[in-house]
């Protein structure tokens, strides 16, 4: 699945869905040059990837972020506008109370 939010202007971009199971498969999230995404889900599981696709300059911990259920192992590749790797050693660390996700090293 491919959500793009290349056209939104500002440093910000919030991608909203349902219920994603990933099975295997990838997430691609494509943004200009936000420096901070989110991620609404209503759940997120299974295993698989999101790969955040971004012109940024600086990527901080807290670049993206989920809010939702999140259950599984979900690992996050972040490259840039021409899809060459930037990082790929992170993965969504679910919340204590099971209600969003962080990004945590692999």
Known sequence: MI?????VKGDSVTFSVGNINLNGGKLWLITGAATHVQLKVKRLRGEG???LQTSAKEISPD?????????????????DASRQT?????????????????????
């Open 3 to 7: 959500l793009d939010g290349s056209t």
């Open 63 to 79: 670049f993206i972020n989920v809010k939702g259920e999140v259950t599984g192992d979900i690992h996050v590749e972040i490259t």
């Open 86 to 106: 930037l990082c790929n050693a992170l993965k969504l660390q679910p919340d204590e109370d099971g209600i969003g996700a962080t990004l945590q090293p692999a």
């Open 49 to 51: 990837a999101i790969c």
